[in-house]
């Protein structure tokens, strides 16, 4: 009887070590057959979730905007001083007479728009006023938008751009597209007034989601430093 209980404990004991190690190989519990655990292999360590990358794109605000308002302001200088080499003495039709690209000293507003006798310093202040008010926001904002750095970055970009020029050209700033109107005028511009369109188009969504935000009631969010 001894001997028999005594094969029977080890047997039970030898099918109780094969189903551990075919759990172990499975990932399942041997104490609970019906749950099943998943094994992180060794590879999946210390790689971040979808959740981490996106909180690790969005940490540094003040760093995505500060490199988009650089690389805007940049291209729009490097072509200003572009189109002054090659286009000074000549005009280049893109689209017959509808789009041009010359050389214009605009001493106006974005697009040739003037607004009278003190037209550069209402472009000087608000250019000015732009520039510091997308560096406040972008932090608040970029808690609700997570586009919010990068599209303030084009503003910023597109005013710093326009700035330098208004300071560094009394002549005007530099323009160098030209569109048609179709009245006999001309629509003048350059790629700082481009970025700060879009950037303003843009602008608009994130706009949406902060009035999202506030009716949610999580307005503390966009305050909160």
Not at 32 to 37: A, Y
Not at 124 to 138: G, Q
Not at 188 to 206: H, Y
């Amino acid at each position: 009887m001894w001997t028999q209980r005594d094969g029977e404990v080890r047997q039970s004991d030898h099918v109780s070590r094969l189903q551990l190690n075919s759990a172990i190989r499975l990932g399942t519990s041997p104490a609970r057959p019906d749950r099943v655990t998943r094994i992180t292999s060794p590879k999946e360590i210390g790689q971040p979730t979808a959740v981490a990358r996106l909180h690790r794109s969005t940490s540094h605000p003040a760093i995505t905007f500060a490199a988009c308002a650089l690389a805007v302001a940049t291209v729009d200088l490097v072509s200003k001083r572009l189109a002054v080499a090659f286009l000074a003495e000549r005009d280049v039709p893109v689209m017959g007479n509808v789009i041009r690209l010359a050389v214009v000293l605009n001493d106006q507003s974005a697009f040739g728009i003037a607004l009278g006798p003190y037209t550069w310093h209402i472009n000087f202040a608000l250019t000015l006023i732009a520039l510091v008010l997308t560096v406040v926001l972008c932090q608040a904002l970029s808690r609700i938008d997570v586009w919010a750095p990068i599209v303030l970055g084009l503003i910023a970009g597109a005013a710093a751009g326009n700035l330098l020029s208004l300071l560094l050209s009394p002549r005007g700033v530099i323009d160098f597209v030209a569109v048609s109107r179709g009245d006999g005028r001309e629509l003048v511009f350059n790629l700082a007034d481009v970025a700060a369109v879009l950037g303003l188009l843009l602008i608009v969504r994130t706009g949406v989601r902060v009035v999202h935000a506030i009716r949610a009631g999580d307005s503390g969010v966009i305050l909160r430093r």
